[in-house]
């Protein structure tokens, strides 16, 4: 569903040169649900904004569903760190927007915004503004604003990293319900192992500067997941162990061998 060849971006800036990412090769099957794992500035959010058609490739192909990306698709959506909503907008019009932007027919489209409030637990909200909400309450507003248009792709970027850890378990399993329901394929930037093991079919671990893959783990984890007890504890502790050590891994110089002689 998403193919990335040889994906490369730098940033030129006054103060030099940025190399963000470097040789990026990465399949994503449709439906597939990948974790993007890797250090504060490897280049998570360069990668999602290249996907989204948000930034220009310095080198390299990105094709969704086969064809080159160029700029942003009403297919994938969108989902940032911060809610990012509209102040001045209410609730349930913060979640028609991609609808009017896009010319849906809102009609259509009103219950299933509905819908989906009711769902995230938003019931009563829908005339509220988003400053009468909190941090929480407005992330699960974009996140209903993001599955409006039941998009195919959902590139996701730390979205739930700003949240208390309670409001977090709930937000994670909501994702997974979607994602268990209707198959998205989706690609979401993290840097809690905790939250990778928990989502992901795979783990894609990047590498800092430039950005690198270091390795794809893939996650043999029944579903729906938890992190408290459960069946699984033992293989849920496996990885996580397997993903912290890579993630803590240094750089050797090319010149040394990883085993040392
Ligand atoms: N617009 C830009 N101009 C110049 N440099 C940039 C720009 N965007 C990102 N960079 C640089 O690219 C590198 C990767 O940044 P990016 O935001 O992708 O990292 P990240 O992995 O998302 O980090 P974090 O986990 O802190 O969000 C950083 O060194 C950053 O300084
Ligand atoms: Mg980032």
């Known amino acids: 569903?998403?193919?990335?060849?040889?994906?490369?971006?730098?940033?030129?800036?006054?103060?030099g040169r940025v190399e963000a990412l470097r040789g990026?090769?990465?399949?994503?099957?449709?439906?597939e649900f990948v974790a993007v794992l890797g250090r504060s500035g490897c280049g998570?959010?360069?990668?999602?904004?290249?996907?989204?058609?948000?930034l220009p490739l310095s080198a390299g192909e990105i094709?969704?569903?086969?064809?080159?990306?160029?700029?942003?698709?009403?297919?994938?959506?969108?989902?940032?760190?911060?809610p990012a909503l509209l102040p001045w907008r209410t609730v349930l019009d913060n979640v028609l927007l991609?609808?009017?932007?896009?010319?849906?027919s809102r009609a259509k489209h009103r219950?299933?915004?509905?819908?989906?409030?009711?769902?995230?637990g938003l019931a009563g909200f829908e005339k509220r503004l988003p400053h009468e909400l909190s941090g929480g309450m407005q992330q699960r507003v974009s996140l209903c604003r993001s599955l409006i248009g039941e998009p195919r792709?959902?590139?996701?970027?730390?979205?739930f990293s700003a949240l208390d850890a309670l409001t977090r378990e709930e937000l994670s399993g909501e994702l997974q319900r979607v994602h268990m329901e209707n198959k998205p394929t989706i690609v979401f930037v993290t840097h809690s192992i905790d939250e990778a093991v928990l989502l992901a079919d795979r783990v894609?671990?990047?590498?800092?500067?430039p950005g690198r893959i270091r390795k794809v783990v893939e996650v043999a984890i029944p579903r729906p997941r938890t992190l408290g007890r459960n069946a699984h504890l033992a293989d849920v502790a496996q990885v996580s162990a397997d993903l912290h050590e890579l993630l803590m891994e240094r750089e050797q110089p090319a010149s040394v061998g990883a085993e040392g002689h």
């Open 63 to 82: 094709t969704v569903a086969g064809t080159p990306i160029t700029r942003p698709r009403q297919d994938i959506a969108m989902l940032f760190q911060k």
């Open 24 to 31: 990026i090769d990465l399949d994503v099957a449709e439906g």
């Open 1 to 15: 569903m998403i193919r990335l060849s040889g994906v490369s971006r730098t940033f030129e800036g006054r103060s």
């Open 111 to 120: 219950e299933r915004a509905r819908q989906l409030l009711d769902v995230a």
């Open 98 to 104: 991609p609808v009017e932007i896009f010319g849906w």
């Open 153 to 159: 792709v959902m590139l996701m970027d730390e979205p």
């Open 44 to 54: 998570k959010s360069t990668l999602l904004r290249l996907i989204a058609g948000l």
């Open 204 to 209: 894609v671990v990047l590498s800092p500067r």
